[in-house]
């Protein structure tokens, strides 16, 4: 399993404490959701996390996360 898809199960089923883990593992620890999973969707796609996540925060490119 990817870890975008990890975070979007541990978001359904509650798992709050594996949702931080996730985040943190990745430096996306304090972002919106949406923001997070923009940063899982580069690092499964094997591109830089913190340039996908600042170019959506950013408004620029089509890093989304679905």
């Known amino acids: 399993m ?3 898809d990890a975070y979007v199960r541990a978001m359904v089923s509650g798992t709050l404490h ?3 883990r996730i985040e943190r593992k990745h430096g996306l620890y304090g972002l919106s959701p949406e923001a997070v999973s923009v940063g899982l969707k580069a690092f ?23």
């Open 44 to 66: 499964d796609e094997g591109r830089n996390v913190d340039d996908a996540v600042d170019r959506y925060l950013s408004g620029e490119g089509s890093d989304d996360a679905g």
């Open 18 to 20: 594996e949702c931080v």
């Open 2 to 4: 990817n870890e975008l």
